[in-house]
């Protein structure tokens, strides 16, 4: 693949080693000639850089095998194994080691060809005062790549393990059969439709689809249908040629394009319009379509993973959804279940959530209490997943250290959800004890609240609607005391 490179000759001159002593790299220069190994070893040492340098090939080959590299720059024309075949043999050796091919005048053609072969770039000979500082911008440019290449692995290293099924947050027996299915299928090719409410994790559902397929050294694109314009989606989604409508001054790759080997994620994809499922339908069918304003037909070798909150059945009833489609997408259905029917999880996302959001805020909450969990999974999370996120960001944010407890919560977590009404006593023929029922079901409320408040008198009073003095009276009066373990 040919680099193209812009170096400015004007730049000023560079001491890496005060610049940034740890960006020092180590470089190779493998050149038959004397001369011009010591003019390119004197030029890097004085940019900061470690050297090492060799005589021919051979010895190359046993430096990259022995050490570590950051860059070679090598002659093309020496005896024995040329210059252009030791460019690919470290190209297998190690692929992402830069080689920047060193020519002699009237070998451009060599030049190309080693290029051709994956080196970063070429430097020609003699090296004049002039084009030293493209020297050290070229070296700079080939480690920089480097350095990004590497990172860039990193990150889709970090991306593959994230998406890994077993960071998937959640033992119920509902995320298990979702995870099951997303491991059946997830190596093929076909496409899969995402069902499920707003907030259950659809998206990463489609992540673990892609990072544990066969396209996970490739990209993955995602589009909200819902989030863009109509008039604009298409030319985001297939791209659009230089005039094809006003403010179109240049071409633009569109996201199919841009996703070619890998997989484009296409999310809410029941917000699409009639009109743009007909060019999505094509795409599915044959792997090829037409950006906009042009006539010619572009290939894509792109596995479609779509995603609705949508019901699409009762879409295609009302016309709003094109049935063709819908049978293209949904080759393999996937339905992420709502939160509500996998409860045994929350407590996993919890911890899971707390964990995460004190590192990212810098806080120190260190758990929460059974009875303020107890009321998380009694709720009915209409918000799913990410409304739980959200709730426990808050509670991390405004808790900042300690234990989350039940009046950390918002208003409408503290009372039990679904409580039943306390039964009445029935008036019999001999009358009732009244004080006495009455005395019974304040006792019970209080010892409820100082249950749930871990006897804190403060809190249990505010849940009663008493203020403390009165409650501390009633306590004392009943003869009240905290259990074992439990301080006073």
């Not at 700079?140 to 970090?158: G, K």
């Not at 707003?198 to 990463?204: A, N, Q």
């Not at 016309?319 to 407590?347: A, H, M, Q, T, W």
């Not at 909450?365 to 009321?375: H, Q």
């Amino acid at each position: 693949m040919l680099r193209t490179a812009t170096y400015n000759a004007a730049a000023p001159l560079r001491n890496r080693a005060e610049d940034d002593p740890l960006r020092r790299a180590q470089i190779l220069i493998v050149d038959d000639e004397e001369l011009y190994r010591r003019a390119l070893e004197r030029i890097l040492v004085r940019a900061g850089h470690a050297v090492v340098t060799a005589r021919d090939a051979s010895e190359a080959l046993a430096r990259i095998s022995g050490e570590p590299l950051d860059l070679v720059l090598c002659d093309i024309r020496m005896p024995g194994i040329s210059g252009l075949e030791l460019v690919r043999q470290i190209r297998d050796i190690d692929p992402e080691l830069p080689c920047i091919v060193v020519t002699g005048y009237g070998s451009a053609e060599q030049s190309v060809e080693a290029l051709h072969a994956g080196a970063f770039w070429y430097l020609e000979k003699p090296f004049e005062r002039r084009s030293l500082d493209v020297v050290r911008q070229l070296v700079d440019q080939a480690i920089e790549h480097r350095r990004l290449r590497a990172e860039n692995r990193l990150l889709q290293n970090q991306l593959c393990s994230r998406y890994r099924f077993d960071n998937v947050v959640g033992q119920s027996a509902e995320l298990r059969a979702v995870l099951d299915l997303v491991s059946r299928v997830a190596d093929s090719d076909s496409t899969v439709l995402v069902t499920g409410e707003s907030g259950t994790g659809k998206e990463l559902i489609a992540r673990a689809l892609h990072y544990n397929s066969k396209r996970a050294d490739r990209v993955m694109v995602t589009v909200n249908c819902g989030a863009i314009p109509e008039e604009l989606l298409e030319s985001e989604l297939f791209g659009h040629v230089k005039g094809a409508f006003t403010n179109a001054v240049q071409h633009r790759e569109g996201r199919f394009a841009a996703a070619d080997g890998g997989t484009i994620f296409l999310d809410e994809i029941g917000d699409m319009s009639p009109n743009l499922q007909v060019k999505l339908l094509r795409v599915i069918q044959d792997r090829s379509f037409e950006p906009v304003g042009s006539s010619k037909t572009v290939r894509a070798d792109v596995r479609v993973i779509a995603a609705t909150h949508r019901d699409l059945e009762d879409a295609i009833r009302r016309g709003s959804f094109r049935e063709d489609l819908y049978y293209r997408l949904n080759v393999i259905p996937i339905e992420v279940p709502p939160l509500r029917r996998r409860k045994d999880d929350i407590p996993l996302l919890v911890e899971h959530f707390l964990a995460r959001l004190n590192d990212e805020k810098g806080r120190e909450v260190e758990g929460i209490r059974p009875a303020a969990l107890e009321r998380l999974v009694e709720h009915d999370w209409p918000g799913n997943v990410r409304e739980l996120e959200n709730l426990i960001e808050r509670l991390v944010v405004m808790r900042g250290r300690g234990v989350i407890d039940v009046e950390d919560l918002p208003a409408a977590f503290r009372q039990p959800v679904g409580t039943p009404p306390l039964p009445l006593p029935k008036l019999g023929p001999d009358g009732i004890a009244f004080n006495e029922i009455v005395d019974r079901l304040e006792t019970s409320m209080i010892v409820q609240a100082l249950e749930r408040t871990h006897w804190n008198k403060n809190r249990a009073a505010q849940l009663l609607g008493l203020n403390r003095t009165t409650l501390l009276e009633k306590i004392k009066k009943k003869k009240l005391e905290p259990p074992e373990g439990v301080s006073d």
